[in-house]
């Protein structure tokens, strides 16, 4: 079992930047792919970026590539997302999640933290 909890999430202005953190217990971090999701309500889970175990591989969905950084630190047990440029639609609760593989699906994550709401104003 992996525990999952994520901060720094808030209200910014379009242009601004925020940097989410995913702190990790349980099981061996290292050993873990990890992905950052996001939700509107209404809406379908939707991928935003995704690293591999040692954090050599990374992937990022089109609407955030070039603005978004995903990076983790596995002697802290955490995963970060660095948030620049912000925009309108980039608003939602944002979960990190932690599987096996680098995947984009929302399914290939067994485990997820509860979400931090990210608001940016225009």
């Known amino acids: 079992q992996v525990q999952l909890v994520e901060s720094g999430g808030g209200l910014v202005q379009a242009g601004g930047s925020l940097r989410l953190s995913c702190a990790a217990s349980?099981?061996?971090?290292?050993?873990?792919?990890m992905g950052w999701f996001r939700q509107v309500p209404g809406k379908d889970r939707e991928f935003v970026a995704t690293?591999?175990?040692?954090?050599?591989?990374?992937y990022y969905a089109d609407s955030v590539k070039g603005r978004f950084t995903i990076s983790r630190d596995n002697a802290k047990n955490t995963v970060y997302l660095q948030m620049n440029s912000l925009k309108p639609e980039d608003t939602a609760v944002y979960s990190c999640?932690?599987?096996?593989?680098?995947?984009?699906?929302?399914?290939?994550?067994?485990?997820w933290g509860q979400g931090t709401q990210v608001t940016v104003s225009s």
């Open positions: 690293i591999n175990w040692s954090g050599d591989t990374t």
């Open positions: 349980g099981r061996t971090f290292s050993n873990y792919a």
């Open positions: 999640a932690c599987g096996n593989w680098v995947l984009r699906t929302p399914k290939s994550y067994p485990y």
